[in-house]
């Protein structure tokens, strides 16, 4: 569960806030369309919902856990089920792909055994296992997408958000990623796509959150 | 397959700098070592040791010295007297007299004293039977002398202590800097482990046994480029060390090679075979210390 009340983000050395008086209330297992023109604050509420800073003010719950009072072990603790897929994939180019997607198991303790079989599992379904012991700097910009993809999928988390994630994959590929995303929200993860992709948002008709210069438009979380 | 977790640490020039500071901390134990000797030396001495200046021009000189020769024996806590030939105490005052010109001994004119060394335990007082036997005798206890020389021993022990500490920290510091700079230079990966909620002790560990490793390798680099200074060392120390078949050149194999350095004192010895140890440790610490703060900007 997500559970915002009047939150602003202010980052470090800007003037005015990014997000102002933010109130959302998403239950566990839904999905969200997060849309907005560019500089609408979307990227700013994903890093908030992402743990990536914490409110400048209001409230703020995520998975039963209030943010602005938690200490940094509890907010550790909640990124491990946060799974992020950023605009820019942010992946770490001197390890491989596998090291890469390895990673949110392998801070969780899991056996290399159990890892290497879960991450080549996946790697396969995204069709990028072939990738496994290359750098990611060498892949495309799919290619890359998908391997951010396939981190963000391996922890099974109960929450996934997703910047752009099909701007990168071609059409088939976009499509099986939205099913696999229903799949998700399926087994109870609450799973918030930020797009710009209208046709996508046609395709898979779902409630969405509009953003506004920094705000919830006045029809927001519009079904 | 390695099992990553966290990114490492880009070394940069870090085992040359630790392995120069492990050389530089080397060579200030050796001096400290030597200049510990020293001061036990001095301060043994300044406690057990007393001269005793005897005129010749007095009346009946040599039966007077006899008597108080045989007075100080008689003493309880007087382990040994010498009496210095007239050769030595020519040479002793040959800074001031000069040498001594055919046959002569001294000055013209003027005849040189006879020179009492006088051991003893420390706290025996030699006063009371000097001045009773031969009260022209002048005593001087060397406790004075040694008392002073032994605080220059100690003002020069504490001066090598600062040396080792300041080259401790300084190591510690280009530590740091290295540690910082590679952090610095891998934000954006330590960032990603972060966000995907590594712990902050998980990453900074994780760097922190990299700068220990490469600390360790750097402090046995150090301990190899020092290894012809302390033989060298204990080449020039081997006349004086009283033990028989030693070997007085560079040595040249293992054998004689370790036998030489043997001579140096075995706390020496411990002191510079812990180097890498401590070079390790102070790595791991500085690297952790560093890296928790860098992470502390996060949030």
């Known amino acids: 569960m997500i559970r915002l009340r009047d939150v602003s983000l202010k980052p470090a050395g800007v003037g005015q ?74 992946l770490i180019g001197e390890w491989t792909v596998f090291d890469n997607v390895a990673l949110p198991l392998r801070l969780r303790g899991r056996s290399e055994r159990d890892i290497r079989q879960e991450v080549f599992s996946v790697l396969e379904w995204l069709d990028v296992a072939a990738h496994a012991h290359s750098r990611p700097t060498i892949l495309s910009g799919g290619e890359q997408q998908r391997v951010a993809i396939a981190r963000a999928l391996i922890g099974r988390p109960d929450i996934l958000l997703a910047d752009e994630p099909t701007n990168a994959l071609e059409e088939s590929q976009a499509r099986r990623l939205l099913s696999t995303f229903q ?40 079904p | 397959m390695s099992r990553r977790v966290s990114p490492g640490l880009r070394s940069g020039s870090l085992p040359l700098l630790v392995a120069l500071m492990t050389l530089l901390a080397g060579l200030a134990l050796a001096g400290l070592t030597g200049i510990q000797a020293l001061a036990e030396g001095w301060s043994r001495a300044a406690h057990s040791a007393a001269t005793i200046e005897i005129p010749t021009d007095i009346p009946n000189a040599s039966d007077r010295t006899n008597a108080l020769i045989q007075a100080l024996k008689a003493m309880n806590g007087v382990t040994n007297i010498q009496k210095l030939s007239t050769d030595k105490v020519q040479e002793l005052l040959s800074p001031w007299l000069g040498q001594p010109v055919g046959s002569h001994k001294g000055l013209p004119g003027l005849s040189l004293p006879e020179v009492l060394i006088v051991a003893h335990t420390p706290g025996t007082d030699l006063t009371t039977t000097v001045h009773d036997t031969l009260p022209e005798a002048v005593l001087q206890e060397d406790l004075q002398w040694g008392q002073r020389l032994e605080r220059l021993g100690t003002s020069l022990t504490g001066c090598a202590w600062l040396a080792v500490t300041l080259i401790a920290a300084i190591a510690a510091l280009s530590i740091g800097m290295t540690v910082r700079r590679s952090v610095a230079a891998q934000k954006r990966a330590v960032e990603i482990v972060h966000a995907l909620g590594a712990a902050d002790l998980t990453i900074s560990s994780h760097i922190a046994g990299r700068a220990a490793l490469l600390s360790f390798l750097g402090g046995i ?51 510079l075979g812990a180097l890498p140890f401590i070079a390790a440790c102070l790595g791991w610490l500085t690297a952790q210390g560093v890296v928790l703060v860098w992470l502390r900007r996060l949030p």
């Open chain 1, 17 to 90: 806030p990014v997000l102002h008086s933010m109130t959302l209330n998403i239950p566990q297992g839904e999905f969200r369309w997060l849309l907005g023109p560019s500089g609408a604050g979307k990227s700013s509420l994903l890093r908030l919902l992402t743990l990536g800073a914490r409110p400048a003010s209001g409230q703020m719950d995520i998975l039963g856990t209030s943010i602005t009072n938690a200490s940094r072990g509890a907010l550790r603790n909640l990124r491990r089920r946060i799974g992020f897929v950023p605009q820019d994939y942010r």
């Open chain 1, 183 to 222: 799949e998700l929200i399926d087994l109870g993860t609450t799973v918030i796509v930020a797009t710009h992709n209208e046709g996508l948002v046609r395709e898979a008709p779902a409630p969405s959150i509009m953003l506004r210069d920094g705000t919830l438009d006045p029809q927001a979380v519009k």
């Open chain 2, 221 to 271: 680099a150090g301990l190899v480029l020092l290894t012809p200074l302390t033989t060298s060392l204990a080449t020039t120390l081997s006349p004086f060390a009283h033990q028989s078949a030693l070997p007085t050149a560079f040595p040249t194999t293992l054998d004689g090679w370790w036998t030489t350095l043997r001579i140096l004192p075995s706390s020496l010895l411990k002191e």
